[in-house]
């Protein structure tokens, strides 16, 4: 689990560097356009999700700002499983469909690293929980020790690496 590394964000022809783009949930479309772009950079695409650093930034996507961390789950759960299965299929409060088609496939037959943002502690349970990565942004360097200890702890309970 990464926690506070900052990737480099180019598209050219270097194969080692990687892609960082970034989803605000409930906004879905982005995690075919995400599919793509792991595919045009060979693999290198690390996506970033968040809730949204301002209730009116989640409003505006269409989603009610009270439930944003509830939809930010659920939309983690839908973009894996189109990610992750040959037919995708899922049923919750706000998405529903049944095999459903989804390409391009990932490079690595698994799915990008998944890097949730923000320094909340909703945000580094939620990292514990199905996250790849923790990239809280603004924060003092006090919480960030604290948030880095909170999720490393959260991460061993969870029985999750927290050193992936």
Request: glycine share 12%; no cysteine; hydrophobic share 40%.
């Amino acid at each position: 689990m990464s926690v506070g590394r900052q990737p480099i964000v180019i598209m050219q022809s270097a194969s080692r560097a990687a892609v960082n783009g970034a989803v605000t949930a409930p906004e879905l479309m982005p995690s075919i356009n995400a599919a793509t772009l792991d595919a045009l950079s060979e693999g290198r695409l690390i996506l970033g999700v968040g809730v949204g650093a301002l209730r009116e930034e989640f409003a505006a996507l269409g989603g009610p700002a009270t439930r944003r961390g509830a939809i930010t789950d659920e939309s983690i759960a839908v973009i894996k499983d189109l990610w992750t299965n040959p037919e995708p299929s899922y049923t919750g409060g706000r998405f529903a469909f049944r095999n459903l088609g989804f390409s391009p496939n990932y490079v690595d037959q698994r799915h990008p690293p998944l890097w949730i943002g923000g320094g909340s502690p909703a945000a580094i349970r939620r990292t514990a929980r199905v996250g790849d990565g923790w990239h809280p942004t603004n924060i003092p360097s006090a919480e960030y020790a604290q948030g880095a200890s909170d999720l490393r702890d959260q991460a061993l309970e969870l029985g999750r690496n927290p050193d992936l």
